[in-house]
T-cell receptor, first 107, second 118 residues
């Protein structure tokens, strides 16, 4: 089973700052099937990015994904108040696993 | 607009079987997607349980495979989850979701909190 490790666990930033979230896989992903989700308290996760770098429908362009092999990144260019949430990465390379999450909180 | 809605008993006794159904609206369950179950224990992260195609082909999380059965009912446009021999560790919010062919879960139900307790 591929294990995804996200870092940092908590990211404290101010609105307007850039956020960089990391997701590292325990082995190289053969495909580019790496997705990112945003989850707010009491809500279901929302798909942000699929296939490493493709924004889902309706997702603002301040969200971008990149990476390959074992190292993947979600970037938020300028944090808006509504972006403070927990973010999960997820892979589909045979099976499906999620990272443990990164909480982006207001500094 | 595609919507998913979970339903089922909210309280399950230890050793019994948890049963949930996900009703799909706004799309046919026979469309070219997979349909998935995912759970989230209180205060913790997400865990994929299983998914299946409208044709009945299924895939399971190896850690849960021995206890899970998923099925699809095309006549009712819904799919189901059964998790047997539950314990307190199975207490979680259970989500159903649509999975695209890139392996991402693009539409989610609102989730339903299931508590395992006597």
């Amino acid at each position: 089973e591929i294990v995804l490790t996200q870092s940092p666990g908590i990211l404290a930033l101010s609105p307007g700052e850039r956020a960089t979230l990391s997701c590292r896989a325990s082995q190289s992903l053969i495909s580019t099937s790496l997705a990112w989700y945003q989850q707010k308290p009491g809500q279901a996760p929302r798909l942000l990015i699929s296939d490493t770098a493709s924004r889902a429908t309706g997702i603002p362009d301040r969200f971008s994904g990149s990476g390959s092999g074992t190292d993947f990144t979600l970037s938020i260019s300028r944090l808006e108040p509504e972006d403070f949430a927990v973010y999960y990465c997820q892979q589909f390379d045979g099976s499906r696993t999620f990272g443990q999450g990164t909480k982006v909180e207001i500094k | 607009q595609v919507q998913l809605q979970e339903s089922g008993p909210r309280l399950v006794k230890p050793s019994e079987t948890l049963s949930l159904t996900c009703a799909v609206s706004g799309s046919s369950i026979t469309s070219d997607h997979l349909w998935a179950w995912i759970r989230q224990p209180p205060g913790k992260g997400l865990e994929w349980i299983a998914d299946l195609s409208q044709g009945g082909t299924s895939d399971y999380n190896p850690s849960l495979k021995s206890r899970v059965v998923v099925s699809v009912d095309t006549s009712r446009n819904q799919f189901s989850l059964k998790l047997s021999s539950v314990t307190a560790a199975d207490t979680a919010v259970y989500y159903c979701a649509r999975e695209n062919w890139e392996g991402a879960f693009d539409i989610w139900g609102q989730g339903t909190m299931i508590t395992v307790s006597s």
